[in-house]
């Protein structure tokens, strides 16, 4: 008999999580989601408030809207899973946590829009899947045709004023990138 399996609790929570907080904040609570789940622009964190704080971390578990997170769903679903699978539960976090912090930090200090949503991550992610055959004194092709296809994209499109925070994503693709190149060169390949 089949039967159910929470295969990646990390990524599946980190998915409810989401979806909780866009259906919470789109019923009970419409304050939500721009209150504490947003990274405010350049010049807007407070030293002194816990709230500034929060956002840098908390920014990737809201969404504008379903399409939003749906699309960023997408990827974090089909490819979060495998590195769960391949980096364990606490490393995922630990990655996450990090690409978290600095594309929200990389936000307040130099951007002059909010930052919303777990592109980043998604960035990070798939970024990071590239290295999934890396080897010591060894660069994949594919980390390199996925840095100039997605990377390439997003450095293109970074001065288009469409509401999109490309740099979050092309700072979430530098996290992957360096996540893959130096926690794959501490594991010995087979």
Known sequence: MLRLKYNAPVI?????????????SSTLLPGLIPSWLAVGPKGSFRFNSIHSYVTLFSHVLGHSSWEHLAGNMLFILVVGPLLEEIYGASEMIFMMAVTAFVTGLANVLFFSTGLLG?????FMLVLLASFTNFRKGEIPLTFIFVLILYVGK???A???RDGISHFAHIVGGLCGSLFGFFRDSAYPKA
């Open 12 to 24: 599946l929570t980190f998915g409810f999580l989401c979806t909780a907080v866009l259906l919470v």
């Open 118 to 122: 777990a592109s980043g991550i998604v």
């Open 154 to 156: 997003e450095a293109l």
């Open 158 to 160: 970074a001065f288009s």
